[in-house]
C-alpha cells in the first residue's frame, strides 16, 4: 500500500498539517508492526511537508487505511499567527493498492526516465551524485519521483512501483465510473477534491463527515490511536454500501 500526502490550501500551515498526519499515520503504522518506507519527500523551509509519498505493508494495513483517502482540513491557530487567530488550512490523503507485476505491465517505450540530485528543504542538496529518479508514463502523463534511497537503482525500483499503483488506480476508477458506480468510487477511493474530516484543535474534536460522527479525542488521535476511529469508520461504511 502506498499514501500520498500533500499539503493544500494553507501556505506554510498547509504543510505543517501534512507533516502532523505523516507523524500521526507513523505512529499508527508502529502501533500495528507495520513497515514503513519513504519513497519521497519534499518539506518546505519551516519544517512542514509539501508532500510525501511512503509505503506501509503488514497484517490488514490496506483494509484499515483504505478509507483515509480525501480531504483533512485542520482549524487551529498557527504557529506563525501572532494576534490568535484560528485559520482553516487542509491536506489531501490518497492511499493507493500495489498491484500484482502481471497486472500492470510497464514497456521501456513508454517510458520517459530522468535522474537528478536528491534535494533537501530549502534547496540543500542531502546527495550530490544523481540518484533521484523522475519516470513520466507517456500515453497518461502519470509521473513518479523517487529520491530517498541512497542507489539511483533502488529508487528507479520504487518510483516503477509507485507509478504502477497509480496507473492501477486510474484504471479501477474507469472501470467504476463505466459501470456507472461513483457512489462507490467516492467511498472506496475517497475523491481528493471531497472534505472528508475536520481537526479541530481548539475544541480538540475530529468529525468525520462521511459517516457524521466526532471524536472528542483529537489530542489522542494525532498521537497515533486511530484503531477505534479506523474500526468505527470502516463498519459504518460498510453500512452505507448494503
Known amino acids: 500500500?502506498?499514501?500520498e500526502i500533500r499539503a493544500g490550501?494553507?501556505?506554510?500551515?498547509?504543510g505543517l498539517f501534512a507533516s502532523d498526519l505523516f507523524r500521526m499515520y507513523s505512529k499508527y503504522a508502529v502501533?500495528?508492526?507495520w513497515r514503513q518506507k519513504t519513497l519521497h519527500v519534499n518539506q518546505n523551509v519551516v519544517g512542514g511537508i509539501k508532500e510525501i509519498i511512503?509505503?506501509?505493508a503488514g497484517e490488514d494495513a490496506f483494509d484499515k487505511m483504505k478509507y483515509e483517502g480525501g480531504v483533512h482540513r485542520v482549524q487551529r491557530i498557527p504557529q506563525t499567527e501572532k494576534k490568535g487567530r484560528v485559520h482553516t488550512s487542509t491536506a489531501t490523503v490518497a492511499v493507493l493498492t500495489k498491484p500484482e507485476t502481471q497486472e500492470i505491465i510497464l514497456k521501456p517505450e513508454?517510458?520517459?526516465i530522468t535522474v537528478c540530485c536528491a534535494g533537501g528543504p530549502g534547496g540543500q542538496y542531502t546527495n550530490k551524485r544523481e540518484t533521484a529518479v523522475k519516470i513520466v508514463h507517456k500515453a497518461t502523463g502519470l509521473?513518479?519521483?523517487c529520491q530517498t534511497a541512497k542507489s539511483q537503482g533502488q529508487n528507479k525500483e520504487s518510483a516503477l512501483e509507485l507509478l504502477k499503483a497509480?496507473?492501477?488506480?486510474?484504471?479501477?476508477?474507469e472501470q467504476l465510473k463505466e459501470a456507472g458506480d461513483e457512489r462507490n468510487a467516492q467511498i472506496k477511493w475517497a475523491k481528493r477534491s471531497e472534505k472528508t474530516r475536520t481537526y479541530n484543535f481548539p475544541q480538540n474534536r475530529l468529525t468525520d463527515h462521511r459517516?457524521?460522527?466526532?471524536?472528542?479525542?483529537?489530542?489522542?488521535?494525532?498521537?497515533?490511536?486511530l484503531e477505534v476511529m479506523l474500526k468505527k469508520l470502516s463498519a459504518e461504511t460498510k453500512n452505507i454500501n448494503q
Request: charged residues 30%; proline residues 0%.
Open 54 to 56: 511512503f509505503e506501509l
Open 143 to 145: 509521473t513518479a519521483t
Open 110 to 112: 513508454d517510458l520517459e
Open 9 to 14: 490550501t494553507g501556505g506554510d500551515e498547509a
Open 1 to 3: 500500500m502506498i499514501i
Open 211 to 225: 459517516i457524521k460522527k466526532s471524536w472528542h479525542n483529537l489530542d489522542q488521535i494525532m498521537e497515533g490511536n
Open 31 to 33: 502501533s500495528q508492526n
Open 166 to 173: 497509480r496507473l492501477a488506480e486510474k484504471k479501477e476508477m
